[in-house]
């Protein structure tokens, strides 16, 4: 009876360990396939951004087959998914700070409004700048800099240069996953200076260009847009926007974002690839993650 005990013990965990083995080898062959596709995504989002180019050069609205959002498509043993997003179209945080390393008064003022017409406390832009400008004189009012970061558990420092996403803004202070949820769908993390392409800008980021378009009336400029494009950028928005603003708008755009997700089995991954395009089309990732954006 004790031998037929042991047997069946032994025979048990045999049988364990090699549906243990099965599913780690099923496990590594799915992720090299998951990859291969990934890297398929990426190449196809860089055909598709490039044909874009040649073909209308100095335009990029809703309409273009580049905005068109994938949806899951069968492949062998699973599926595909994925969305090319201009960020262009979102604010970028790193023009708060330009070239010089000084505070830019237009994009601070626009962030703030932003905040605002988002339901989030305007104040949150001075610990943001303290995270990205050169100094370590605390921003007013709210900023933040070394002495409030050395104080947390465990502590840290500001690293006083450009984001390179927008997921840090959870390291800065006064700044919860609940502000970061409702805020990062409208922000980017771009080289300062990047303009804002307002053909593919949503009716937040329209009304936070000038305190003389509310939401109301920036949701009645995005719906007259559509999904095509403004004619005439300058006598659009003229009577609407400050020169100095209006002078950082474009039709166009150069930095992209690919989401592609692709599930094979029970395994599943997703490709966030900053892409950028430059002037004759062609298309390179500059920044890539996996699982996370």
Do not use: C
Not at 69 to 91: V, W
Not at 251 to 261: I, P, Q, R, V
């Amino acid at each position: 009876m004790l031998i037929l005990m042991i047997t069946s013990v032994l025979a048990t965990k045999i049988m364990w360990n090699a549906q243990i083995y099965q599913r780690q080898a099923e496990s590594t062959v799915n992720s090299e396939q998951i990859m291969m596709m990934l890297q398929s995504a990426e190449a196809w989002a860089g055909n598709i951004l490039y044909q874009d180019k040649i073909n209308t050069a100095d335009l990029d609205y809703l309409g273009e087959i580049w905005a068109n959002e994938l949806p899951p498509m069968p492949i062998d043993g699973g599926y595909i998914s994925g969305k090319i997003i201009d960020l262009q179209s979102r604010f970028n945080v790193n023009n708060l700070i330009n070239t010089h390393g000084d505070v830019d008064s237009l994009a601070d003022m626009q962030f703030r409004r932003l905040l605002t017409i988002l339901e989030i406390d305007p104040n949150i832009a001075s610990a943001v700048i303290d995270w990205i400008d050169p100094d370590n004189i605390p921003n007013f009012p709210n900023g933040a800099e070394d002495d409030v970061y050395s104080a947390n558990t465990p502590p840290y420092r500001s690293p006083n240069v450009s984001i390179t996403s927008t997921s840090e803004l959870m390291a800065m202070d006064g700044i919860t996953k609940e502000v970061l949820m409702v805020l990062e769908p409208h922000i980017a993390a771009l080289p300062s200076g990047t303009p804002q392409n307002i053909n593919t800008s949503s009716a937040y980021i329209i009304a936070s260009l000038s305190d003389e378009i509310d939401i109301n009336q920036a949701i009645a400029i995005s719906q007259e847009r559509g999904s095509l494009y403004f004619a005439n950028v300058n006598e659009r928005f003229e009577s609407l926007i400050e020169p100095d603003m209006l002078r950082r708008l474009t039709s166009s755009s150069e930095y992209f974002l690919l989401e592609a997700t692709v599930t094979i089995g029970s395994d599943q991954n997703t490709l966030y690839s900053l892409l950028y395009r430059d002037i004759s089309g062609i298309v390179k990732s500059v920044y890539r993650s996996l699982g996370a954006s």
